[in-house]
């Protein structure tokens, strides 16, 4: 759910290539497989490589997503053999946090996969890892310096934004005068304003449909339902609503059930396992949820590993890893819901 210093140009669309699908062959002793999702795809081979020690920091899993943040990166480690994962408690405690680092980096481990719970304040602790050889996997909320690490994976908030608004585009594209309304984040986040940008301009691209309301919450499921009343009581007729966050989504389909609304479609963020599961029984208005993949920290142990073992990416010409990592922000409808359910996070 955090930001990211770039905005691509991403089509609309309900499946891409996945950055998982790609590191499953970082290394040369890693089995194939197809599987449906990235943390669940075999990640020992043959041969295990060099043992590399890779320490884990993020902040405290005080929300679904961070929450599947730390499972992923722990299921993801116990998976190969020749990796020991040192993960911290986590802390939304910048101080707290830094110290955790600096533990970690006492202790002289191979790598480093950090998730800062603020980028600016981390950085300078990013720098400290980089001088001491430890290089650092940087995930998701970026450091200010590009110094501070040696590799970014993240998600793509403006991305998210923009496919949101393709899909109930095309949905409504033969709606005469149709209107849509938003449910977004805090507003004091720069994701925040990116997933409007992205929705924003994607609806450009439809004349027929216009924004009506735009309502921030707080990413938690009673905001999520507080804000909804408001917006429903506002506006008593929409077509379609984008909600940013599917755990405040769990709020605002309680203020939609309560007030007996079924006139619109909804599309969710994030791919909460309860919106994966309202979209499969579609007896409701949720109908689509736009991803930002918490298997992100999957592939961020996948990245530590290469780096630690010195290896490049398979399916790549490059003898390294990329510097950056941005991960496509996919549709998830009635159509692909099954695919993506084993990453669904609660």
């Known amino acids: 759910m955090s930001p990211i210093t770039s905005r691509r140009g991403l089509l609309f669309g309900t499946a891409a290539v996945s950055a998982g699908a790609l590191l499953t062959a970082c290394t040369s002793n890693e089995a194939k497989d197809d599987g449906p999702a990235a943390n669940e795809r075999p990640a020992t081979g043959d041969t295990p490589g060099k043992h590399v020690t890779i320490g884990f920091a993020g902040p405290q899993a005080d929300h679904g997503w961070l929450n599947a943040i730390n499972d992923n990166a722990e299921s993801r480690a116990k998976k190969y053999a020749d990796v020991t994962l040192e993960i911290t408690e986590g802390s939304n405690d910048t101080a707290q946090q830094i110290g955790q680092i600096e533990t970690l980096i006492n202790k002289k481990v191979d790598v480093l996969v950090v998730l800062p719970a603020d980028g600016k304040a981390l950085t300078q602790v990013g720098l400290k890892a980089m001088r001491a050889g430890i290089p650092v996997v940087n995930l998701d909320r970026v450091f200010d310096s590009a110094q501070a690490y040696r590799c970014w994976i993240g998600g793509d908030n403006y991305g998210m934004g923009l496919n949101a608004g393709h899909y109930i585009g095309e949905k409504l594209k033969d709606r005469p005068e149709a ?146 990592l941005t991960l496509y922000s996919a549709v998830v409808d009635k159509t692909n819901v099954a695919r993506y359910m084993p990453t669904g996070f609660r």
């Open 179 to 324: 209107r849509v309304i938003e449910l977004a984040g805090l507003d004091n986040l720069e994701l925040t304003k990116q997933r409007t940008q992205g929705f924003d301009d994607a609806l450009k691209n439809y004349p027929n449909i216009t924004k009506v309301a735009r309502q921030a919450a707080e990413f938690t499921v009673e905001s999520g339902q507080a804000r909804m009343a408001q917006l429903l009581q506002a506006q008593p007729r929409f077509d379609a609503l984008w909600n940013h966050d599917d755990d405040q989504g769990v709020g605002a389909l309680r203020a939609i059930e309560q007030a007996g609304r079924d006139d619109f479609l909804m599309v969710g963020g994030a791919g909460a396992l309860s919106a994966f599961q309202a979209i499969e029984r579609d007896d409701g208005v949720l109908k689509a949820t736009v991803l930002y993949p918490p298997t992100m920290a999957a592939s961020a142990i996948d990245l530590a590993r290469a780096l630690g073992q010195g290896k490049g990416v398979g399916g790549l010409a490059e003898f390294e890893i990329p510097a950056s």
